[in-house]
């Protein structure tokens, strides 16, 4: 489904992305783990073009995606939730969501869709008049989340959506992903710190060291591995 293809990705003199290459195939998780700085959020935004690779490529379904705006990649069905949320604060959840249906017309099918966050996520139903910057953290997450799901992704890129979370809720919001990729077939782009949690949930994985994807495999068996065990689980 998307083929990330020997990109080096830039910041003026820094190279933060040297040769990154990945694929991900149609109704897997895919988590991309490493330590902090090692090139993860730049890879996701790569892929949808808010930091363009210097060179490479990035096919969708054998497509190149570079250079598309982004209203075009949610068309496509590839639709993003940043790190940090980024809800719009003084908006209420409901119209968050609506937000996250813009490019939609199909008034029941949105409708059926709101129905459906409010209901994997019952707490946003109970706050859907409330504004999105009085939400907790997690809420806020969960809100994130949502939005997203409204423009109806086939892929669907998280960036750290653990992050600053108590570990329950991230149980919790990690249950609600696995939930999204078995109803729905969304393929997942996992990023995240949380490698213990992410392994936990995705199909595969890729570890990423200074810029460059240093190891692959199952998720199953990067959590076995001895230099992931140490590195990455703190065991
Ligand atoms: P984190 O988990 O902390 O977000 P990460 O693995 O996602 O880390 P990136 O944020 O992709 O890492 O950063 C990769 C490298 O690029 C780092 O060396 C970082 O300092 C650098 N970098 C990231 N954003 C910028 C920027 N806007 N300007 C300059 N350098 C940047």
């Not at 490493?34 to 990035?58: E, H, I």
């Amino acid at each position: 489904m998307l083929e990330v293809r020997r990109i080096q990705t830039c910041y003026g003199n820094i190279q933060a992305l040297k040769d990154v290459s990945l694929e991900i195939f149609e109704g897997e998780i895919i988590a991309l783990i490493g330590a902090n700085g090692a090139g993860k959020t730049t890879t996701l935004m790569s892929v949808c073009g808010l930091t363009p690779p210097r060179s490479g490529d990035v096919l969708f379904e054998g497509q190149s995606i570079l250079g598309l705006a982004p209203e075009r990649l949610v068309a496509k069905g590839i639709v993003q939730v940043p790190e940090g949320r980024r809800i719009f604060p003084n908006m209420t959840v409901l119209e968050n969501l609506e937000m996250g249906a813009y490019l939609r017309q199909d008034k029941a099918g949105i409708n059926q869709d709101l129905d459906y966050v409010m209901k994997i996520f019952p707490i946003l139903a109970q706050r859907r008049t409330q504004v999105g910057g009085t939400l907790s953290g997690g809420e806020q997450q969960m809100l994130a989340i949502s939005r997203a799901l409204m423009a109806r992704p086939r892929l669907l890129l998280l960036d750290e959506p653990s992050l600053g979370l108590a570990p329950l809720v991230i149980k919790q919001i990690f249950d609600i992903i696995r939930k999204i990729n078995q109803e729905n077939k969304t393929t997942v782009f996992l990023v995240e710190q949380n490698a213990n949690q992410a392994l936990k949930l995705a199909h595969r994985g890729y570890v990423m060291e200074n810029g460059r994807i240093t190891l692959t495999d199952t998720a199953a068996n990067l959590l076995d591995n001895e230099q992931v065990r140490k590195a990455y689980l703190g065991l």
